[in-house]
């Protein structure tokens, strides 16, 4: 194979993942993927596979790192990408299609490849599980955390104001159970092995709540609560905000709650160094340069 200096690795491929790969992975010099982790079955995490075979290195089958249940989902998706029979090998041998494998994971097992450990953390995403991921690469000291697809548990119901129904509420004693993660004793234990320094987090809307995702207000709870339990994150940075969540707005708004800037909205085509060991400085509107 050919050797590089640097390795590239996909958490999730979306259905959007054609028009944003060629947005951002070829300006930041990303000419092909070596390994994938996907965190859950939907779409959004999913939906862009087919894709990969526009960036995939030459030569080699790209490993795709998924639970049992999204393995199974993935291979009756997308049969010619894992032509595990003699029939479907014919079918697509004149086919461009990607060369995949997918590799099954277990919870807490860690994974290594590419000079990385990831170990796999199962998330409480409404009714399916989702993955998370730690990350530890070597002479990094903070491991970072991505945690893309989850809900905290809500143990209180009530009819909504408008009456379409029941909406379920987190409490701030639900945060604190960390019920988030499926096995909360072992994945607090997994955070508090190593300092973190970024932490991935969703944060779906400034103020609905849904069935399967957090919203702003959960996650800067959750934050707080992590750093009680003595897990405190160099930068946490919130993802898969919903197309109503005004970017400016909820930077202001969190900067007032955290001034140093350690709780701030993600955004496309963002980056930063694994090592980094000061928060990422803050996005600015105009208006808000002038506060």
């Known amino acids: 194979g050919v050797t590089r200096e640097t390795y590239n690795v996909l958490v999730d491929c979306g259905k959007t993942f054609c028009r944003t790969g ?10 092909a993927i070596d390994a994938v982790l996907l965190t ?9 596979l087919d894709d990969l075979r ?14 049992a249940e999204t393995c199974d989902v993935v291979r009756q998706s997308f049969p010619y990408m894992f032509p595990d029979t003699e029939q479907i090998r014919q079918q697509t041998s004149n086919l461009f299609v990607a060369a995949c494998e997918l590799r099954v994971v277990e919870e807490f097992s860690p994974l290594h490849f590419l000079d990385l450990t990831v170990l796999p953390l199962s998330l409480n995403h409404g009714n399916v599980v989702s993955l998370g991921f730690l990350v530890r690469a070597p002479g990094v000291p903070r491991q970072f955390a991505y945690f893309s697809d989850f809900r905290v548990v809500p143990s ?24 988030l993660f499926t096995d909360p004793t072992r994945a607090l234990a997994a955070l508090r092995e190593h300092p973190v320094g970024v932490m991935i987090l969703d944060a779906l809307h400034t103020e609905r709540r849904y069935f399967s995702h957090s919203n702003v207000p959960e996650t800067v709870e959750l934050h707080a609560a992590l750093c009680e339990a003595g897990i405190s994150p160099t930068q946490v940075l919130l993802t898969g905000m919903s197309c109503s969540v005004n970017f400016h707005d909820i930077t202001e708004v969190l900067l007032k709650k955290h ?12 980056s930063f160094e694994l090592s980094n060991e000061e928060p990422l400085p803050p996005v600015l509107s105009p208006r808000s340069q002038k506060l």
């Open 22 to 31: 060629l947005k951002y992975l070829r300006p930041n010099n990303v000419t």
């Open 40 to 48: 859950h079955f939907h779409s959004d995490a999913v939906g862009g």
């Open 54 to 67: 526009e960036v995939q290195a030459k030569g080699t089958v790209l490993p795709i790192y998924a639970n």
């Open 156 to 179: 209180l119901s009530r009819e909504r104001p408008d009456g379409s129904g029941v909406e379920f509420v987190v409490t701030p004693e639900d945060i604190r159970t960390f019920s």
């Open 259 to 270: 001034p140093a800037g350690t709780v701030l909205p993600a955004y496309d085509g963002l």
